[in-house]
């Protein structure tokens, strides 16, 4: 661990625009490193800008993660009581919110579940109709998807096997899946726990070891398997000269200059987070202002900073409608010795009971029996007042079993989790308030419409599976006794609209009422998911970036350019053209004359194999209409790769996942023809043993620190790439793939 940066590090001044003003400290100041933070600070360094990022947590590394969430002082996040962990629970009125404070983020402490939510939530909500999100997403999701090395989960443990046989019985076996996650998997038949070279970005990120499947996600990952954003958004943002400041508390923004708005850009104001008398103050001044503070740390943040006049224009609606993925927490316990429940990933296997309830196993590994204080054993589908006489009852009628479901030791091995999400509608509002027992201060409360802590569909479905599997049905304790939810996922409360009326910011992330400032954390997602919000929150701040004009433009800071104005319709003759058939000169007929070029989306794994988030990709691109859609980089050759992701087509090992992916695109009538690829001498430096092409010609100097200098091909070489590119394309023709195309022309 670190001590604050902030405290020790001078930050380098920009000379401002205008005379009277003082010189920046940094370009953009993103406030938080979580999910939306992280992404943000890559993006913004790469596109030329300095970037400083404060982080009210602290910095961890593997080693010194704690090892059981029994050790309070090193897993909970409560500075004033000593405590310097990264977990933090906050109690309100309506609802309980688990939260990460890290530099990372929540991803230090959270289950690795990375997952997309039904295309239904883009139709709810107050960002509903801003732009087409069903087109505009999924190519935002897919880097996301690239950058978090979002992979098929393939450690199933105990847990997840039952789950399975829960689904079967509960008639939902379509649904069930292994889950989808941000965690670096051993290769088939490989043990976790070895390391490896960078295996995501060519060498640039740091090394990382496979998992292990010990269940400890949750608790921090002490084996280097976990993608958490400090070994990649975060990890990289800091190579490109981003500085983080850890352990630095955001207390103040304000504009410079007089200038109301934020023109001239802002002071930020911070403190050390986990000193109690030292508070080491500071001032940075800055072109932008970015909060990525998370749904509760930037709305208590931005209320503080409206009530105190920092800020006054912000939009009334801050703080109103926030979500918690309508949560609850339940559990089946097995008593006694038998199978542990602790191995595999924290957030495994998954099911929807219905459209709208999402089912997912978590787990903690064997000792980290901490969570058992929490919760108790289920009350039944009594509700209202009936439900604590109907807890008491329950325990009284079978007493045996309440001691053994209240006993904390093997708690962890013997549990089986199950994080319930839905989508359903339903919100609460934060405000500053001064409680009765604390007339110095206001602090941040809820208020509105109580949110269900009882979700019958998914009780009756563990009340069914503990007679199924002879376990104990639990509950947490908090919706029982006092009939509050909890949520791990809180969201909202700076909601996405068309006006400063209905929300605080816009499509892309805009504040109302002010110039260089964004939000991009879980505040800004304003429907419910149903589902772990972490991908959405960096897909959509990988589309609020793309907005961002790069340093060297004319108007880098505050792009006052829309990308929703409509654009210039083609005319009726262009129109009946473009849809017209294509014949070929081989006899192939394309539907029309709309075709999608070759890209490298680089989605396969590290291995080089395809995925199923290229069958997803292209079963998008195939349902929009295209005539062709050609591939993006299939190499012919693993040895010759043209940069970390692409697929490998050698033999037919892959076959049932590139048929899914040719049925995928052309499901609605396109054609996909496969680009086979042999990079020749243009292959990154490092990413290949060597690089073979028809001669040494070396690169010119401008591109020789980027690609080595290739080794001439021997005749026989020469027709072992011809023989490859004929294998290939055998093998995409029985996949099902239309056509080929072959490129080689990169000498």
Known sequence: MTTSPGATVPAPRLQASHADAAPYDFDHIVIGSGFGGSVSALRLSEKGYTVGVMEMGRRWKPEDFPKSNWDARRY??????????FFNMRLFRHVVVMCGNAVGGGSIAYASALLKPSPDVWDQGSWAGLQDWKRVMPAHYATAERMLGVADNTLLGEADRRLEKLAHMAGVADSYYAGRSGTFF??????????????YFGGEGPERSTCTGCGGCLVGC???AKNSLDKNYLYLAERRGAQVFAETRVVDVRPLNGKPDGSDGYEVHTECSTALFDKRRRVFRCRAVVFAASSLGTVELLLRLKEGGSLPRLSDDLGKRIRTNAESLLGLRFPGRGPSMSPGIAGGAAIYLDPHTHVGVVRYAEGMDGTSLLMTVMRGAAAGWRRIPAWLWRMLRHPVQALRAHNPIGFARQTMLFVVMQNKEGHIDLRLRRPWYWPFGKQLSTEGAPIPAHIPEANAFVERAAKALGGIPMSLLTETLFNIPTTAHCMGGCAMAQTAEHGVIDARNRVFGYQNMLICDGSMLSANLGVNPSLTIAAMTELAMSHIPAKSSPNPVHDTSRSDMPMPKTSNAG??????????PNGTVLRNRLAKAAMSETLGTYDNRPTSSLVRLYERWGASGLGLIVTGNMMIDRRALGEPGNVAVEDESDLTVLRQWAKAATAQGAAIWAQLNHPG???TKGLNAFNLAPSTVPFREDMAALFETPREATGSEIHDIIERFGRSAAIVKKAGFSGVQIHGAHG
């Open 186 to 199: 051993p290769p088939p038949g490989e043990r976790g726990g070895k390391t490896y070279p960078d295996p």
């Open 76 to 85: 909970f996040w409560r500075p004033g009581l000593r405590m310097f962990g």
């Open 681 to 683: 001498k243009q292959s």
């Open 575 to 584: 129109h009946r053209l473009l849809n017209q058939p294509l014949t070929l």
């Open 222 to 224: 002490r084996h280097n």
